[in-house]
């Protein structure tokens, strides 16, 4: 039915992640054969000496015969941090570079990089 031709396989299915200067995009994509796998690509901003930017870019590609180990170890390697280190982050604020970093990052992320962990102590529920 379709008449896109070979730009249909780079959209079969797709997701996109915003985490501060990275973007992670998930792509479903197919092989020669019709079957599919996924790659991950990680896209990192970089601002230049002139205030333009650049990207850069890293792939990995993730096979059918992989996924069940790759989401057990991933499970394990999160798990495992969340249950060391909590899931507050932990602030580089006493580095001499965060504020440099820090103000590179897109405003949408603002209110969340300044939450310490005492302001989530002293929130009210009942009043949200």
Same mark, same amino acid.
């Given at each position: 039915m379709n008449n896109n031709g070979m730009m249909e396989k780079e959209e079969?299915?797709?997701k996109v992640l915003r985490a501060g200067r990275r973007t992670y995009f998930f792509d479903v994509r197919a092989t020669k054969a019709e079957d599919y796998y996924?790659? #991950?690509?990680e896209s990192k901003k970089f601002t230049n000496d002139d205030g333009s930017f650049h990207y850069?870019?890293?792939?990995i590609y993730i096979y059918k015969e992989d996924f069940s180990e790759f989401r057990e170890i991933l499970a394990e390697m999160?798990?495992?941090? #969340?249950?060391?280190k909590g899931d507050e982050v932990i602030s580089e604020r006493h580095q001499k570079d965060f504020k440099k970093e820090y103000n590179d990052k897109p405003s949408e992320n603002t209110e969340e990089e300044i939450k310490t962990p005492e302001s989530f102590t002293d929130i009210d529920f009942d009043d949200i």
């Open positions: 079969i299915f797709s996924l790659t #991950i690509t850069k870019k890293h792939k999160t798990d495992y941090i #969340i249950r060391e």
